[in-house]
């Protein structure tokens, strides 16, 4: 057994961090198909930057760093940037992706000013909040695993429960309105596990990359299949390999966070996919246009053949 094992094995913080990466990367490899398939690639990165504000209001409130307070307060300023963005888009003329990209440089940017009084504060040295900026998977705990096992716990099973409401969400909200499926709450309930995933994560991964484990895993799996169960199963499978892998390669260098290194991860699966997928990557394409140029080529050489003056003399023998 290698050092590298037997540390992950035996240090109970290691575990942790490793039990807690390849559970954000399931759920949000799960939660981020339905949010791509449904072109809200930007609504994680929204509600990621608008955690921030809340992270830092719950802290001025209380005067305490306790993570269930922060948790609080990001969902609640994440419920209301979703509130938001519903309004924004249902009572003006502005699409979807403009009224997210308006919410989210609001809330960031209240967030950087709240933070930044913050740290000029006299309890700020103590506070840690630009922790929250780009994640700090090394200082989760046992009780913030036991947290994500939950959240991850009630995603999964609500998708495999909901999954075809969830597929006619993606595909077509009209026809699954016709049918009378209650699409605005299937809406907000995926607004919803959306917010929890992204609030969960913002410790190990921050709020800048968070986003980046709902997307990638998804747009990877994306290259594999044409199938919306088996795209979930591996955009989740994709995810949590993502989190392992970056919790591996951290623990063998020092001073290497573990959230970018997921994300990192997860780009290297992406790419991959975008190469080496069977029937949408780039070689398979390359191989297939070499192979029809040469029938093409093949068939114009036999019928070149066929109408040559021999070959037509010999027929008419």
Request: glycine share 10%; hydrophobic share 55%; net charge positive.
């Amino acid at each position: 057994m290698t050092l590298l094992s037997w540390s992950v094995l035996t240090d109970p913080n290691t575990q942790w961090i490793l039990i807690g990466c390849m559970l954000l990367g399931l759920m949000s490899g799960i939660i981020g198909s339905f949010t791509y398939l449904r072109k809200q690639s930007l609504i994680g990165d929204t509600l990621a930057h608008a955690a921030l504000p809340g992270i830092c209001i719950a802290f001025m409130l209380t005067g305490v760093k306790s993570l269930p307070l922060f948790f609080l307060g990001a969902f609640v300023s994440g419920l209301l940037a979703t509130l938001l963005i519903t309004v924004i888009t249902r009572y003006t003329r502005i699409k979807a992706d403009a009224a997210m990209g308006i919410v989210l440089s609001v809330f960031f940017g209240i967030g950087i000013v709240l933070l930044t009084h913050i740290q000029h504060s006299s309890y700020g040295n103590q506070s840690g909040l630009d922790k929250f900026l780009f994640g700090q998977a090394a200082s989760m705990i046992a009780s913030d695993v036991y947290t994500m096992i939950g959240v991850s716990a009630v995603i999964v099973i609500a998708s495999s429960l909901l999954f075809k409401e969830f597929k006619l969400l993606s595909f077509d909200p009209g026809f699954a309105r016709g049918l009378g499926f209650p699409v605005g709450f299937l809406e907000q309930l995926l607004m919803f596990f959306t917010v929890m995933t992204v609030i969960v994560g913002i410790q190990a991964v921050g709020v800048v990359l968070v986003a980046a484990l709902l997307i990638t895993p998804a747009v990877a799996a994306r290259y594999w299949t044409d199938r919306l169960g088996l795209m979930v199963v591996l955009s989740g499978l994709f995810g949590a390999i993502s989190g392992v892998i970056g919790t591996l390669i951290s623990t063998t260098t020092s001073n290497l966070p573990t959230g970018p290194l997921s994300v990192l991860a997860a780009t290297v699966v992406f790419v991959f996919s975008v190469l080496f997928a069977p029937q949408r990557g780039v070689c398979a394409k390359a191989v297939r246009r070499i192979r029809n140029n040469r029938a093409i080529r093949m068939a114009e050489h036999v019928r070149e053949i066929q109408h040559s003056p021999v070959y037509s003399k010999e027929e008419s023998l």
